[in-house]
């Protein structure tokens, strides 16, 4: 039941969730509180790891997830459920875009869809700000940092291993 249950609920998230990995964190908030698989703590380390480890970010929650929730299998049977949808859309759009690429109908139907990807985005950045900011020094160092990769223009390696520094440092 739970495998049945994690496929159709990251099917759905995988169907949904256009725009890319960041997307999916607002569907999988609504599974904290929907489901006791994990908490919205644990939610914020799935996206820790997720960040951190290569490939797809969605991809990599989904299996975060689901091996949380129901071990090894969990974790593929999600991470099925999540990309699914996406290949079985990518196949039919190339078939159908090929031929009706110059229709203004689908060329406004895609410029429809950025608004909507934007505000999935901007939801999940809201979510992760406030489970992140925890108190003034958090606060400071995602003001912080947010300036310095607006203003320097570093490689993201770079602040991810400064942040880890200083968090050592700090004992944070």
């Known amino acids: 039941m739970i495998y049945g249950l994690l496929f159709w609920e990251f099917f759905k998230i995988g169907l949904f969730a256009i725009g890319g990995g960041m997307v999916t964190i607002p569907f999988l908030f609504d599974l904290t509180k929907k489901y006791s698989w994990f908490t919205a703590e644990e939610l ?28 090894i299998w969990g974790g593929i049977i999600a991470t099925f459920g999540v ?33 909507a990807v934007v505000a999935l985005i901007l939801l999940a950045g809201f979510e992760l700000l406030k ?19 607006y203003f320097f223009k570093k490689s993201p390696i770079f602040y991810i291993i400064l942040s880890a520094v200083l968090g050592i440092i700090l004992k944070l």
């Open 44 to 71: 914020t380390n799935m996206i820790a790891v997720s960040q951190s480890t290569p490939g797809p970010v969605g991809v990599n929650m989904a299996t975060y997830a689901g091996f949380q929730t129901a071990g």
């Open 83 to 115: 990309v699914l949808p996406s290949v079985i859309i990518v196949i039919w759009v190339s078939k159908l875009l090929s031929h009706y690429k110059n229709n203004p109908w689908v060329m406004e139907i895609m410029a429809s869809i950025r608004p």
């Open 131 to 149: 489970l992140s900011v925890t108190d003034w020094i958090s606060a400071v160092f995602g003001v912080a940092f947010f300036l310095m990769v």
